[in-house]
Antibody
């Protein structure tokens, strides 16, 4: 059974940095594309970033491009999201999500439980 | 950007009734690249439907998806108590992929 556990969320001041982690188990992490998707309080979902299994393909939402970096350590079955220059509007629950397929299909299944990031002064 | 508009915002129904949730795209969705997710309070979303009409693993057959072009529908044939939740549509036929604002199905 696939298990995705996010960590690293918390309260941070605008302009500061935070790194999220996602520990994966129950599937062959090294052969799967992985995403980060976020949800601001009371709002809908927003895709943030994706990284292919081989790290060759890396894409970002315009809202985070140049500030966030997605990475992975296949030897540790762990996905990361380095978030720099954080803004108040980055406040959200961040979900680690496995792609439905090995390659990037843009379908999200399953999802971790999420970690809350609050950007506030 | 392909904006998705879900209707109604809230659907008030009883267990055993049929639910039809609509999602309209501002531009045609190529390839039928359309998905639906369910989210219960305090939980992560769960994939229900992808490719317009394919059910995800473990999803009961009372859930079905249909549509083409700009109009898509999620149908729940007979509501079970555990189906009361928020449902989101998603298109992935064009970049950036986008989600609808959600439809809440309540008792």
């Amino acid at each position: 059974q696939v298990h995705l556990v996010e960590s690293g969320g918390g309260v941070v001041q605008p302009g500061r940095s935070l790194r999220l982690s996602c520990a994966a188990s129950g599937f062959t992490f090294s052969t799967n594309a992985m995403h980060w998707v976020r949800q601001a309080p009371g709002k809908s979902l927003e895709w943030v970033a994706v990284l292919s299994y081989d790290e060759y393909h890396e894409y970002y939402a315009d809202s985070v491009k140049g500030r966030f970096t997605i990475s992975r350590d296949n030897s540790k079955s762990t996905l990361y999201l380095q978030m720099n220059s954080l803004r108040v509007e980055d406040t959200a629950v961040y979900f680690c999500v496995k792609d439905l397929r090995d390659a990037i299909s843009w379908v999200f299944d399953p999802w971790g439980q999420g970690t809350l990031v609050i950007v506030s002064s | 950007e392909n904006v998705l508009t879900q209707s109604p915002g809230t659907l008030s129904l009883s267990p055993g009734e049929r639910a039809s949730l609509s999602c309209r795209a501002s531009q045609s969705v190529s390839g039928g690249y359309f998905a639906w997710y369910q989210q219960k309070p305090g939980q992560a979303p769960r994939l229900l439907i992808y490719g317009t009409s394919s059910r995800a693993t473990g999803i009961p057959d009372r859930f079905s998806g249909s549509g083409s072009g700009t109009d898509f529908t999620l149908t729940i044939s007979r509501l079970e108590p555990e189906d009361f939740a928020v449902y989101y549509c998603q298109q992935y036929g064009s970049s950036p992929l986008t989600f609808g604002q959600g439809t809440k199905v309540e008792i």
